[in-house]
């Protein structure tokens, strides 16, 4: 998973919001399994030999480990796909499953992504459908969103998405083709709790002579069918029995003022920076764009409110990077206080041009401050600078500020 992928985590509508946390919490823990290293050593499914994954698939068994989840969405997609890359997180590894393949369609591969999740609610129906996506309008980002009811009540949604950005160093075209199945926490459709599964397939058409007559190698009707198999029910009840029903989520940010925060950023930041204040107006958190002459960078502002029981504080944890090339550099210290201090600087680099900086402090009762500098201008934009315009060691001496403290207290 890159930096970028993690950026869009950050602004999406709430309905995608859910997914994509779903997605990245699995993804930062899912291990490569069944993985062809070159195309030369790929071989179709059919000629495959069965592995325990493939049994306990053809056998109807429950799919518990993120191999056996993968030979699960490979047995319901079409079977003349060439399978590449495969990866999965299963119920021996959480509640929260996933499973990913990439299939070669002779331009460069195609992904499939599955990401199964429950949440609590007393309500499944807020979310469901295409109202769940809130603001969108058809055309943004390519968006376009049908939705239907299923005999049993639960809601089908038939979701495109396009990105495309071309005027930057390394232009970009991606179309998305997602399939969304939302019901309750259990058979009852009144029953409190929802589940939703997603089915996404997607390409990227960069550098493709002509995107437009791109058509994918898995119709909408087939991923609705995969999508829609029992099994994936089943994986639910599953996740139920072995897990307990989903924990209630609650915003860990603080009741702080966004106003605060900025200002006391501004009254901290090095002299010499054009700093311009962020709209947003929710309590806990605010962003500014911060210029040191070589381009404007985005800085966002996290609070989290204290750990209530007898966990130890600790610092934020971050994903790990994919390719163990691309990491973070990071140090951190406890402070004489018990105060811990996080800082990392992660550079672009070739393959993501993002670039991102961040200093966390965690006081002893658990509440955390986070200031992320990142190379680009806004959550919409493109990185328009190499680097951020505060490294960690600036956001590091920023974020031990006394005048945080006197905020949170």
Wanted: aromatic share 6%; proline share 8%; hydrophobic share 35%.
């Amino acid at each position: 998973m890159s930096k970028h992928s993690q950026e869009t985590v950050e602004r999406p509508s709430s309905k995608r919001r859910l997914a994509l946390m779903a997605a990245v919490a699995t993804a930062a823990m899912a291990t490569m399994v069944a993985a062809s290293p070159s195309h030369a050593e790929t071989v179709r499914l059919a000629e495959r030999p069965s592995s325990e994954g493939e049994r306990a698939a053809s056998e109807g068994e429950v799919p518990q480990t993120g191999e056996e989840l993968v030979a699960t969405l490979t047995e319901l997609l079409p079977q003349e796909l060439e399978i590449t890359e495969s990866e999965g997180f299963g119920l021996d590894e959480g509640p929260d499953v996933s499973a990913s393949l990439v299939a070669e369609d002779g331009t460069g591969g195609t992904t499939f992504d599955l990401s199964a999740y429950r949440f609590a609610t007393d309500d499944w129906r807020e979310v469901a459908g295409c109202q769940g996506f809130g603001e969108l309008e058809p055309g943004d980002n390519g968006f376009t969103c049908e939705d239907t009811e299923l005999p049993d009540g639960s809601i089908l949604s038939y979701v495109t998405w396009e990105f495309a950005e071309e005027d930057i160093e390394e232009p970009y075209h991606q179309r998305d083709w997602e399939i969304w199945v939302e019901g309750p926490g259990g058979e009852s459709l009144e029953e409190p709790g929802g589940r939703t599964l997603v089915l996404t397939e997607s390409k990227e058409l960069s550098g493709l002579e002509d995107p437009d007559s791109y058509t994918p190698p898995v119709d909408f009707e087939q991923l609705a069918e995969a999508a829609q198999a029992p099994v994936w029910q089943q994986v639910f009840d599953a996740a139920d029995e072995q897990w307990g029903p989903p924990e209630d989520w609650e915003d860990p940010s603080t009741d702080i003022p966004a106003a605060e925060l900025r200002s006391t950023f501004r009254a901290l930041a090095p002299e010499g920076l054009e700093i311009i204040d962020g709209t947003d107006d929710d309590p806990g958190r605010a962003t500014l764009t911060v210029d040191d002459g070589n381009g404007p960078g985005l800085v966002d502002i996290t609070t989290a409110g204290p750990v209530e029981g007898p966990e130890e504080p600790s610092a934020v944890t971050r994903l790990a990077p994919v390719d163990a090339a691309d990491e973070p550099q990071c140090e951190d210290k406890e402070l004489a206080d018990g105060r811990l201090l996080s800082f990392c600087d992660w550079a672009a680099s070739e393959d993501d041009p993002v670039a991102l900086s961040w200093a966390v402090v965690t006081y002893p009762d658990g509440s955390a401050l986070d200031i992320t500098s990142w190379n680009s201008e806004d959550w919409e934009s493109e990185p328009n600078r190499v680097d951020t315009p505060l490294g960690a060691v600036e956001l590091a001496e920023i974020v031990i500020a006394d005048e945080w403290q006197a905020l949170f207290s």
